[in-house]
């Protein structure tokens, strides 16, 4: 029988080796936009990093990446402190429909409710996989465009996100005084095929992929570069507002959102309970492949405002929100070929 003692110890190096790998491929993935390994990996390190530190809660440490989001800073871009945090998602686990049930189970658990208390209404979008950022405007004028960094200090892009034709320089309509909006920049997939082609023409280097493509982008001193490469937008949620009378639903954000001239995903839905979202999710696998754009999932979020407040967030994710995402393209493949052979 070992001792605690031994344990603990062989468990806290456990936990020091997985943090410093997760370190080496955030820094790959959010600092130098080229990641070595397949985000499947990557979320499977995580995992178990998560599953290590639950088993151990004294082995959590504020620095440890289960702890904090993303990125840190590039140097050579200013920094911008963000007035509202920028948050990550939890991820759901089960891939199945049964994640949905999940999410909204530790939903009523959190807000109190009783199983004869009514349904939850949800709101269900798409995840995209782009560059988050923060688009600050001031009586209507664009005036910073910030990534999102470690969530707490992002960096000024403000001179590249200019060049994104999709982003409106001035606001639609009756201006608040202020207003920031969240989203997701992004390449869409004609978009990195034609600029790949054209690149190989040149003789020029070509991009890895849509998302390091758009996060490469945007992360560039010079605003000639972003200027040349096909970027899109799609705006999600809101930062901070002053002077605007926020609507009481996620989802009426998003049309008050596309008032303004935000591109705003049509692919989404309203529904109550959970069996809306796991028709949603079951719906967009389905449709993954005919899509323009890259997703790594969809994203639950509950519909009223006043309801997420009261249900608040942790230190790195809301407890209102949760990413369901699919089975990885890899694994599906793999999945198709025993079936076809059965
Ligand atoms: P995340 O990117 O999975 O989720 C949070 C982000 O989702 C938000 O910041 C936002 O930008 C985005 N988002 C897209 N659509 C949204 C919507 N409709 N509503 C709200 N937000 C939306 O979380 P994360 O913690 O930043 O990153 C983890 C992801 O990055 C994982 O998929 C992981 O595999 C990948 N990653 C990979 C590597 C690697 O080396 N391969 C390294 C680090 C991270």
């Known amino acids: 029988e070992s001792t605690p003692a031994v344990t603990t110890s062989n468990v806290a190096e456990q936990a020091a080796a997985l943090r410093t790998t997760i370190r080496r491929y955030d820094h790959e993935y959010y600092v130098l936009d080229a990641p070595s390994v397949p985000d499947s990996e990557y979320d499977r390190v995580f995992r178990e990093l998560k599953a290590l530190e639950e088993a151990h809660p004294a082995l959590i440490t504020p620095d440890s990446p289960t702890q904090r989001v993303g990125g840190a800073a590039m140097s050579g871009l200013l920094p911008v402190r963000h007035r509202i945090p920028m948050l990550s998602i939890e991820t759901e686990t089960d891939i199945t429909p049964q994640g949905a049930h999940n999410f909204d189970a530790r939903v009523r658990k959190k807000l109190g409710l009783l199983p004869e208390d009514a349904a939850i209404e949800y709101a ?40 994104i034709r999709q982003i409106p320089l001035q ?23 034609r600029y790949n082609a054209s690149q190989r023409e040149q003789g020029k280097a070509t991009l890895v992929n849509p998302r390091n493509g758009a996060a490469g982008s945007i992360r560039q001193l010079d605003p000639r570069l972003a200027a040349q490469r096909p970027l899109s937008f799609f705006a999600y949620g809101l930062g901070e507002t002053k002077g605007w009378e926020v609507p009481p639903t996620h989802a009426q954000v998003l049309d008050a959102l596309k008032d303004f001239g935000f591109p705003v995903c049509q692919g989404r839905t309203v529904g109550v309970g959970p069996e809306s979202l796991a028709a949603f999710h079951q719906a967009i696998a389905a449709k993954r492949d005919q899509l323009t754009y890259d997703i790594d999932g969809v994203v639950y979020k509950v519909n009223r405002l006043d309801l997420q407040r009261e249900l608040g967030f942790r230190s790195r994710e809301p407890n209102w929100a949760v990413a369901h995402k699919f089975p990885a393209q890899e694994e599906m493949t793999v999945l198709e070929q025993i079936d076809v052979q059965v």
């Open 124 to 163: 269900a979008e798409l995840k995209f996989d782009g560059l988050a950022l923060s688009l600050r405007y001031e009586h209507g004028q664009l005036i910073q465009a910030a990534t999102r960094g470690d969530g707490e200090v992002g960096e000024d892009v403000t001179h590249n996100i200019r060049t």
């Open 171 to 193: 606001l639609h309509g009756a201006a608040p005084e202020v207003l920031e909006v969240r989203g997701e920049v992004y390449m869409s997939r004609p978009d990195f095929e």
